[in-house]
């Protein structure tokens, strides 16, 4: 099979053998991939895949089920999926865990597909499995514009809480405002906590990609027994805390990843997401935040885009 290699930092057309299935897992002819941040930093060297996943790049896919492992059930054959993949979805086939397949809606694309699981599962797994969100609550989101923000703008909306969003320009704080949030703060141009002060708004949920100096801040808005969860460090490894502040609020901060998670936790956190937010999904209640979709040939272009933080939602590659 093909597949997109990674040397030297660059993205080029190769050969391999396809993979070799285990009895729970199923051959996924690939169709579209999901681009991920985490794609560019592996390619830089910086974020190597956890032992035991493929070496090729790639989180997440759609595309059809063309063979099965020994345990699988006969009725995924042949049918349309998204899933989130260990690694592995560069490349025309790929073995993912059966169990953690999706099976892709009749009126959906495979690129809408390939757009979902990793910002969606992502999302999920930051407002509702650590930060419980409710109905009447208020999420403020970091990076509103990006896929995992576009996720959790919408999910966050549907069960009913207000979400402010912080994004890098007027267009991007525009694009989040589209997508369902109730208040949009270029941090460019304007301070978040005082914005948030201004209009009296407190945060229940923080879904942080940026850190460093935003825990200080996030804290000043939180309300009590706030929920931040960080999901990256976008501003640096290292920052100064206010503990006092952390004890005063009885702030909770979580640390969160979703690649290195166990199968058993992937599957359960696929679990809850189809069972809160499928039918959402298979009626197109969401927009899946599609900002360009480039074949595979392209795959270093739509790193760059990445790199650039010139996107508003999801880079999608097509195999063809």
Not at 11 to 23: F, I, M, R, V, W
Request: a negative charge.
């Amino acid at each position: 099979m093909q597949f997109i290699s990674h040397q030297d930092q660059h993205l080029t057309l190769s050969d391999t053998a396809k993979p070799q299935l285990k009895t729970n897992e199923v051959l996924i002819k690939v169709a579209a991939i999901g681009v991920n941040r985490a794609d560019c930093m592996q390619r830089q060297g910086k974020y190597p895949a956890p032992q035991g996943d493929s070496p090729i790049l790639g989180l997440e896919c759609a595309g059809t089920v063309i063979e099965l492992g020994t345990e699988v059930d006969q009725s995924w054959l042949n049918r349309a999926v998204f899933t989130l993949c260990a690694d592995g979805a560069y490349s025309e086939y790929v073995a993912v865990d059966a169990a953690q397949l999706m099976a892709l809606p009749r009126d959906l694309t495979m690129a809408q597909g390939a757009a979902i699981s990793e910002v969606y599962l992502t999302a999920f797994g930051a407002l509702f499995q650590l930060g419980k969100l409710q109905a009447g609550q208020t999420a403020l989101i970091h990076a509103g514009a990006s896929g995992v923000g576009g996720a959790a703008i919408q999910m966050a909306k549907r069960i009913g809480a207000t979400v402010v969003i912080t994004a890098g320009s007027d267009e991007k704080c525009e694009h989040a405002r589209a997508l369902g949030a109730d208040h949009v703060i270029n941090y460019k141009t304007t301070d978040f906590v005082e914005y948030m002060q201004h209009h009296q708004l407190t945060a229940n949920v923080i879904v942080d990609p940026v850190s460093g100096r935003y825990l200080n801040k996030n804290a000043e808005i939180a309300a009590m027994d706030c929920q931040i969860i960080m999901l990256a460090f976008l501003d640096g490894r290292f920052a100064e805390v206010d503990f006092a502040r952390l004890l005063q609020k009885r702030i909770s901060f979580h640390a969160s990843t979703l690649r290195n998670r166990s199968q058993a936790f992937k599957r359960q956190l696929r679990d809850e997401f189809v069972a809160m937010f499928y039918d959402d999904i298979a009626n197109q209640r969401f927009d899946f935040n599609i900002y360009e979709t480039l074949p595979w040939q392209q795959a270093m272009q739509a790193h760059e885009i990445l790199e650039r933080n010139e996107n508003a939602g999801k880079v999608i590659l097509t195999v063809q």
